[in-house]
């Protein structure tokens, strides 16, 4: 069976630190990957997706940027980190390219900005 | 541009009532639609999809192309209901688009 994992499950750092959160998929090949940002009153906004090895596109500007160097691993981060950073990011995958998929989603990880 | 608008917060109903979270979308293709649930403690995870027209947990949801929405209707609702509630369309790219979600309260 398909599972997504998601690390850390929270994270506290200083402002102007760098970020990397991991994400992976196990159990599928060529899935569509994505990250989110979860805030209270503004719902799920998608930050990046991902439909293949080094394919990713941006769905608004910010200070983050995501990587994907294997098929089943997406990478968020951050060279420098802000306040406005803080808040809880979920991974997610579809199976891809098929479209009409649910999306699978991790725990997400809870971040701190001090 | 597709956008998915869930005009409400909040609701909070009694148990045994009978409950709908609305959804609205806007998108030039064909839309194909989802509803997500987060209960406390748990992750956010597929509730049902309109192309299935299955009723799971007791909720339905009937895609009306008419007025463009997705309502997530329940008949009774149930304590084990209240969780956050989120409509999602699926456009380009296999892209899924949420809206803002609803928290559903169900007293007893």
């Known amino acids: 069976s398909q599972t997504i994992h998601q690390w850390p499950a929270t994270l506290v750092q200083p402002v102007g630190s760098p970020l990397s959160l991991e994400c992976t998929v196990e159990?599928?090949?060529?899935?569509?990957l994505y990250w989110y940002r979860q805030a209270a009153g503004r719902g799920l906004q998608l930050l990046f997706y991902?439909?293949?090895?080094?394919?990713i596109s941006s769905e608004v500007p910010q200070n983050l940027s995501a990587s994907r160097p294997q098929d089943r691993q997406f990478i968020l981060s951050s060279k420098k980190l802000l306040l406005s950073d803080s808040g809880f990011y979920l991974c997610?995958?579809?199976?891809?390219?098929?479209?009409?998929?649910?999306?699978?989603f991790g725990d997400g990880t809870r971040l701190s900005i001090l | 541009a597709q956008r998915v608008t869930q005009p409400e917060k909040l609701l909070s109903v009694f148990k045994g009532a009978p409950v709908e979270l609305k959804c609205n979308y806007s998108?030039?293709?064909?839309?194909?639609l989802f509803w997500y649930v987060q209960y406390s403690r748990q992750r956010l995870q597929l509730l049902l999809r309109?192309?299935s027209r299955e009723s799971i947990k007791g909720f339905t949801a009937d895609l009306n192309k008419g007025e463009t929405s997705f309502h997530l209707k329940k008949p009774f609702a149930q304590e084990e209901d209240s969780a956050m509630y989120y409509c999602?369309?699926?456009?380009?790219?296999?892209?899924?688009?949420f809206g803002k979600g609803i928290t559903l309260s169900v007293r007893p």
């Open positions: 997610a995958w579809t199976k891809g390219p098929i479209g009409n998929q649910p999306q699978h």
């Open positions: 159990g599928t090949s060529n899935p569509n």
């Open positions: 991902s439909v293949g090895i080094g394919q």
């Open positions: 998108y030039s293709g064909s839309p194909e």
């Open positions: 999602a369309l699926n456009g380009a790219n296999s892209k899924l688009t």
């Open positions: 309109h192309i």
